[in-house]
């Protein structure tokens, strides 16, 4: 079974930056495909980034060149460096199995950019 938690959301200011982090339980986790997600306010979530156990990555077009994910199978987290925020990037962001598993989705955490 796996438990995530994601946490460093927060009101960030266009052009600026954040680091969110997603806590894994669970011995599997190195096993796991990972992706971050987002759902902005009013449409449906959709993938922005995503790593395999291998560490190859990939990322939808509009956050290329801008976020960056990681992860640190012996923290079982996994990361997404955001630069240049901007205002469309407003949603609440999870991390999950890619593809996702409905069990394991958290409770996310709330980026807003905004002036």
């Known amino acids: 079974q796996v438990q995530l938690v994601e946490s460093g959301g927060d009101l960030v200011q266009p052009g600026g930056s954040l680091r969110l982090s997603c806590a894994a339980t669970g011995s599997i986790f190195k096993l796991l495909p990972m992706g971050w997600y987002r759902q902005p306010p009013g449409k449906q979530r959709e993938l922005v980034a995503s790593i395999t156990t291998g560490g190859t990555i990939d990322y939808t077009d509009s956050v290329r060149g801008r976020f960056t994910i990681s992860r640190d199978n012996a923290k079982n987290t996994v990361y997404l460096q955001m630069n240049t925020l901007k205002p469309e990037d407003t949603a609440i962001y999870y991390c999950?199995?890619?593809?996702?598993?409905?069990?394991?989705w958290g409770r996310g955490t709330q980026v807003t950019v905004s002036s």
């Open positions: 999950n199995r890619r593809p996702p598993v409905a069990a394991y």
